[in-house]
């Protein structure tokens, strides 16, 4: 079953960055980080994901730590499209086994 | 764009009539997935196919079922729906690869009366 760990709630003021943290520390050593998050009553949308080395994109910064035991979700200047569930996900044989996830809202 | 598709979007059924969601895809991925997801609760996976091979995960109920005549399309069938059984239904797709993404479609929510 999921082995990520999340806080359930985070708040963010509109235009910072959002910064979302997630425990993974029984992933092994082959096994991706993958990160969507959910609107309201919309199928999950892909951010980012990897492996060892931080990665970047057009949405969203992924930090991981040397120990790959925890990782960082950044959202540089987060807007308030960006309020939704945010679910960190350890992949298990091919499988996405969602966590709890962390509800961000972002707050003009 | 290449992408998963479910329909209907709203779905209403009768206690205990049969009904059958589907879900198709442009992308010619391997593997498609179930998941259900009730109110304020995360995705829970129902089963998945890797090509044609069917996998059930431990705790999917009997009344669940699923088809893949093709490469593009993927059926849930429910057999006799409780009232338990209202939820968001969403449908996804890989490629097999650990290195690439996971596809969702839109869902389909599912009412019971």
């Known amino acids: 079953d999921a082995k990520t760990t999340q806080p359930p709630s985070m708040d963010c003021a509109e235009g910072r960055a959002a910064n979302l943290p997630c425990n993974h520390s029984t992933i092994s050593g082959n096994e991706y980080v993958y990160w969507y998050r959910q609107i309201h009553s919309q199928g999950p949308q892909y951010i980012i994901h990897g492996l060892k080395n931080n990665e970047t994109n057009e949405m969203a910064s992924l930090i991981i730590t040397e120990d790959r035991k925890s990782s960082t979700l950044i959202l540089p200047h987060a807007t308030l499209r960006d309020t939704a569930v945010y679910y960190c996900i350890d992949v298990r044989g091919g499988k996405l086994i969602f966590g709890q996830g962390t509800e961000l809202s972002v707050k003009p | 764009d290449a992408m998963v598709i479910q329909n209907p979007r709203y779905q209403v059924t009768q206690f205990g009539k049969p009904v059958t969601l589907s879900c198709s895809q442009t992308?010619?991925?391997?593997?498609m997935y179930w998941y259900q997801q009730k109110s304020s609760q995360a995705p829970k996976l129902l089963f998945h196919?890797?090509?044609?091979?069917?996998?059930n995960e431990a705790d999917t109920p009997d009344n669940f079922q699923s088809r893949r005549p093709n490469t593009s399309f993927c059926f849930l069938d429910i057999r006799s729906p409780g009232l338990g059984d209202a939820a968001m239904y969403l449908c996804a797709t890989s490629s097999g690869q650990g290195k690439d993404g996971y596809t969702f479609g839109s869902g389909t929510r599912l009412t019971v009366v």
């Open positions: 992308l010619n991925h391997n593997v």
């Open positions: 196919y890797y090509d044609k091979d069917f996998n």
